[in-house]
């Protein structure tokens, strides 16, 4: 809304008579709320960063049961071990008979290649596809989170099918010591 103050400037003197001069002055109360309806507007339909996460199914630690747990072969089960400085072992097998055991690191070249030829292997072996290879990933007190987040990027990245998160035992620690890898 514009408005025109008619008002006079002053109080009359004298002789001549001056025009009168006439001030603009525009309202802007409905250009602030137009701006505040717009930014609110913005920020509800906006939307933010999204998480990313993935579903873990997790087991229930429950001893007194052992008619749940799960007989697996030897020659289908990998098991991961985490261990400092970004550094994993892992090796087939149990862990009082393990079929060499190899230090490796992330990656293409690391991990990742040696899930894809054990996959491989196990299904050559089984040759059912619906048996493949099981892996165990047994973080330690020296890894980080990162380490954990890396190696189940590494199973989606590698299509392992069954995967578990496990707790690790004093023979594979004092593996990973052996190794230089847990100090």
């Given at each position: 809304?514009?408005?025109?103050d008619?008002s006079?400037?002053?109080?009359?003197?004298?002789?001549?008579?001056?025009?009168?001069?006439?001030?603009?002055?525009v309202d802007?109360?409905?250009m602030?709320?137009l701006?505040?309806?717009?930014?609110?507007?913005?920020?509800?339909?906006?939307?933010l960063?999204?998480p990313q996460?993935?579903?873990?199914a997790?087991?229930d630690?429950?001893?007194?049961?052992p008619?749940?747990k799960?007989?697996?072969?030897?020659?289908?089960?990998?098991t991961?071990?985490l261990?400092?400085?970004?550094r994993?072992?892992?090796?087939?097998?149990?862990?009082?008979?393990?079929?060499?055991?190899?230090?490796d690191n992330?990656?293409?070249d690391?991990?990742r290649?040696a899930?894809?030829?054990?996959?491989?292997?196990?299904?050559?072996i089984?040759?059912?596809?619906?048996?493949?290879?099981?892996?165990?990933?047994?973080p330690?007190?020296?890894?980080?989170?990162?380490?954990?987040?890396?190696i189940?990027?590494?199973?989606?990245?590698?299509?392992?099918?069954?995967y578990?998160?496990?707790?690790?035992?004093n023979?594979?620690?004092?593996?990973?010591?052996r190794?230089?890898?847990?100090?």
């Open positions: 809304m514009a408005e025109l008619t006079s400037g002053g109080s009359k003197k004298g002789g001549k008579v001056r025009s009168k001069k006439q001030s603009t002055r802007l109360t409905a602030v709320d701006a505040f309806l717009l930014i609110t507007f913005f920020m509800l339909t906006t939307t960063a999204k996460a993935m579903d873990l997790m087991p630690k429950d001893k007194d049961k008619e749940s799960l007989e697996i072969a030897d020659n289908r089960t990998m991961i071990l261990g400092q400085n970004n994993i072992e892992w090796y087939m097998g149990l862990v009082d008979n393990p079929k060499t055991p190899t230090v992330f990656g293409r690391g991990i290649k899930l894809i030829e054990k996959i491989k292997e196990v299904r050559g089984t040759g059912d596809p619906k048996k493949g290879l099981i892996v165990l990933i047994k330690s007190d020296k890894s980080t989170y990162r380490n954990l987040v890396d189940l990027d590494e199973m989606k990245i590698s299509d392992v099918q069954t578990a998160i496990v707790d690790i035992t023979p594979e620690i004092g593996l990973m010591k190794d230089g890898i847990y100090k």
